[in-house]
């Protein structure tokens, strides 16, 4: 079985970025490798074990190998923040959507950030979706980027 590796990923972690690419298939954002040689390299490097499903046959769709999005919980206290914010920003007499131009411009942004999954189409650091076109941290006038700084900020009419 193959799996495909986050180049971003793996540059993260000193000597696997040069394993793989002496024994994988580049593939632009990833780099194609077999499991088991995956598994030795993250061995000889001293990393842990990575566990994924076993395929229900030997056809299955390769597995995609990436930063973890945040957990359940995590996410669902980013979703009440954000309700919070949004009911707060638009009880203040701000807009509670940006305009179709600002939602274009911070989804160009997120869509080319390190931290964005193209496999998922989600953020890495709080695990929106990224191509969300009806609601979405993108969508909201209270939002802003996660990251740190942010990206792109909280949008008020003017800003």
Request: glycine letters at 8%.
């Amino acid at each position: 079985m193959k799996v495909y590796v986050d180049k971003k990923v793996a540059a993260k972690t000193t000597g696997l970025a040069e394993k793989l690419a002496a024994l994988g298939e580049d593939n632009g954002h990833f780099v194609t490798i077999e499991w088991a040689d995956y598994g030795k390299i993250r061995h000889q490097l001293g990393l842990p074990p990575v566990e994924f499903p076993k395929p229900v046959n030997k056809a299955a769709a390769p597995v995609l190998v990436h930063p973890p999005l945040p957990g359940l919980g995590t996410m669902a206290k980013n979703a009440a923040m954000a309700v919070a914010q949004t009911v707060i920003h638009s009880l203040t007499g701000n807009p509670l959507y940006v305009p179709e131009g600002v939602f274009n411009q911070r989804q160009t942004i997120c869509r080319g950030c390190d931290e964005f999954l193209p496999d998922v189409r989600r953020c890495s650091i709080c695990g929106c979706n990224c191509t969300n076109t009806w609601v979405g941290k993108m969508r909201l006038a209270s939002q802003k980027c996660p990251s740190t700084p942010p990206k792109w900020d909280v949008w008020t009419p003017g800003t």
